[in-house]
């Protein structure tokens, strides 16, 4: 069991009767539009495939969960399921002495341990979509760990991307990029942020470079160990060489490419000719405007909710 925020499974869960399924599903939708970690059954169908639901259930309903949202209607009163969502929630707020069900009501009847003097949402009068602002708000910013927001426009805007294809390339590359900083070790991922942070932009797409002894300062490590630690990211799609400027090597300079290794992207065009320029524009929009000690948190969380409009506004 986690008990701290941001550790939890999921932001909130969605507990309700299938008759409000039409209403439930555009709050779900507009919350995952927004990156909000959702349980809503629908996304859950393999997940819960195989699994005993009664032990499950109980689990993500008491446990996994920062808030719980209790759609109550005349039909939740009556089914089982929705009954054994509720007893669960019930029993980690009755526990927790905190804010943990937030009721959203259809109509007017009564659920068993839902006090008449809980505030709630009227259903009736407030729009999905407007619930799940409301949603996002009650959650307030927050640091998401492993995430990648679903519709990076900022990303694309960045790279001046429109046609569909290169959108859907890009986006192919930037889960690849994703993906090779999740296996790094947390001093790979600093020497990656610091390099493709601090880069000269003379020669991208072709690669990030950056004085050496610069990076040396930066980081404050031996020149041996930055080299040694880019070597070691090789099977991550990282090569390198260290240019010397002149002969008495005393302005040398660290050159770096990224190249998508992913068995998903193939050797697209967009993968062969631009993944370095994506994966510093990924960094650079990510931890452009921190400071040491908040890009740091990023560099360990891996929130990757600056680069789009629609879950930046909800980062810590």
């Known amino acids: 069991m986690t008990s701290q925020r941001g550790e939890r499974d999921y932001d909130v869960c969605l507990s309700f009767a299938g008759e409000q399924r039409d209403y439930v599903e555009r709050v779900a939708a507009s919350l995952k539009q927004a990156g909000i970690r959702v349980f809503y059954d629908d996304y ?84 999905p979509e407007s619930l799940a602002q409301m949603i996002v708000d009650k959650l307030g910013p927050r640091m998401r760990k492993n995430f990648f927001p679903p519709n990076p426009d900022l990303l694309f805007e960045a790279l001046s991307i429109t046609d569909e294809q290169d959108l859907e390339e890009a986006l192919s590359v930037a889960h690849a990029f994703m993906g090779a900083l999740q296996r790094m070790t947390l001093d790979e991922r600093k020497l990656i942020a610091c390099l493709f942070c601090s880069y000269c932009p003379s020669e991208l797409p072709d690669n990030v470079h950056q004085s050496l002894d610069l990076i040396h300062r930066l980081m404050g490590w031996p020149l041996q160990q930055i080299i040694d630690t880019l070597r070691g990211i090789r099977s991550l799609g990282f090569v390198h060489e260290v240019r010397h400027e002149d002969e008495s090597h005393n302005d040398s300079v660290l050159v770096c490419q990224w190249n998508d290794m992913s068995v998903d992207s193939g050797l697209t065009d967009f993968a062969m000719l631009n993944s370095t320029w994506l994966a510093a524009e990924m960094m650079g929009l990510a931890v452009g405007h921190y400071c040491e000690g908040c890009a740091i948190k990023f560099i360990e969380s891996l929130d990757f909710s600056r680069l789009s409009s629609a879950t930046i506004e909800t980062h810590k």
């Open 44 to 127: 859950e169908k393999v997940a819960l495939w195989g699994k005993d639901l009664y032990e499950h259930l109980d689990y993500i309903y008491d446990k996994s969960a920062e808030y719980c949202i209790l759609f109550a209607s005349e039909e939740y009163a009556k089914k089982v399921w929705t009954n054994h969502e509720r007893r669960s929630a019930q029993a980690r707020a009755l526990m927790s002495h905190a804010e943990y069900v937030l009721p959203v009501r259809f109509d007017a009847t009564e659920i068993p341990g839902l006090r008449a003097t809980i505030g709630y949402l009227d259903a009736q009068s407030t729009e």
